[in-house]
């Protein structure tokens, strides 16, 4: 069960699956932070699509609603116009996306904390019932 710290809520990196698994634009923002160390990073995820195949591009928040594009990822890298992106942040959610893809989600959820602010972790829109909030997906992205 998830619990809630003042305006976010803490869900589980499940919820990360959807982003990778959708083949649809989406626009998520989260919060990923370690329980290790309390660093946290602020991230804003969108899919497109180029000649047939899907790309998920990540952008880290720099100030306060301020995302500076990261890169794409891709088997558990971030990288920048073909080059490797080895930023703290961007490291830390190609290896987060990495262990999401390998199944890796118990796992994850006792290293992170995956938060969200009242708003779909996929696509980005406001979540407006119990059961949203509490999984950080909506009705039409948690495939109720």
Not at 4 to 22: G, K, P, V, W, Y
Not at 72 to 89: E, F, M
Request: proline letters at 2%.
């Amino acid at each position: 069960m998830p619990n809630s710290t003042s305006t976010q809520t803490i869900i589980s990196s499940s919820a990360l699956s959807t982003i990778l698994d959708r083949k649809k634009k989406t626009n998520g923002i989260f919060t990923l932070r370690s329980i290790a160390t309390g660093k946290d990073y602020t991230y804003k995820v969108s899919r497109s699509e180029f000649k047939g195949k899907w790309y998920t591009h990540i952008a880290v928040e720099k100030g306060y609603t301020n995302f500076v594009r990261l890169g794409s990822y891709y088997g558990g890298r971030i990288t920048n116009k073909r080059q490797l992106v080895t930023t703290p942040a961007a490291q830390a959610i190609g290896f987060v996306l990495g262990k999401v893809e390998s199944g890796a989600i118990a796992w994850l959820d006792s290293k992170m904390e995956l938060m969200h602010m009242g708003k779909c972790v996929a696509c980005g829109r406001a979540l407006t019932d119990a059961v949203s909030i509490q999984s950080g997906l909506g009705p039409i992205c948690g495939g109720r």
